[in-house]
Nanobody
Framework: QVQLVESGGGLVQAGGSLRLSCAAS????????MGWYRQAPGKQRELVAVIIGGGSTSYGDSVKGRCTISRDNANNTVYLQMNSLKPDDTAVYYC????????????WGQGTQVTVSS
C-alpha cells in the first residue's frame, strides 16, 4: 500500500519561510511525478508546484518566484521551499504523486496546514 506522508506545515508570519516535505512509502516500482496542491477555505484545490522524474518543474502562477520544488529520488521525497509567504498562502497543502504499482495510480497525502499571519 502506497502512502504519502507530509510534514513541515505550521504558523508563520508574513514574509517568512517554510519548507514542506513529503515522503512516499510502500511497494511500488517508480514515481512519475510528485507535486503539491493547496486548498484554502471556500476555494478550489489549486496547483502549487510539480516536479517530474527528469527534474522539470512547473509552478502555479500565484507562487512563481517565491517557491522552489525539489526531489530526492533516492528517498522518494519531494520538498517545497516557500519564501516571502503571504496571508493568501494560508491553506491546507497536499502532496500528490503518480506512482507505478502495476498501473499508474494517483495518490494524495493527508494534507498539512500552512497558516500565514499578517
Amino acid at each position: 500500500q502506497v502512502q504519502l506522508v507530509e510534514s513541515g506545515g505550521g504558523l508563520v508570519q508574513a514574509g517568512g519561510s517554510l519548507r514542506l516535505s513529503c515522503a512516499a512509502s510502500g511497494s511500488f516500482s517508480s514515481i512519475s511525478y510528485m507535486g503539491w496542491y493547496r486548498q484554502a477555505p471556500g476555494k478550489q484545490r489549486e496547483l502549487v508546484a510539480v516536479i517530474i522524474g527528469g527534474g522539470s518543474t512547473s509552478y502555479g502562477d500565484s507562487v512563481k518566484g517565491r517557491c522552489t520544488i525539489s526531489r530526492d529520488n533516492a528517498n522518494n521525497t519531494v520538498y517545497l521551499q516557500m519564501n516571502s509567504l503571504k496571508p493568501d498562502d494560508t491553506a491546507v497543502y497536499y502532496c500528490n504523486a503518480e506512482i507505478e504499482v502495476g498501473y499508474r495510480g494517483r495518490y494524495w497525502g493527508q494534507g498539512t496546514q500552512v497558516t500565514v499571519s499578517s
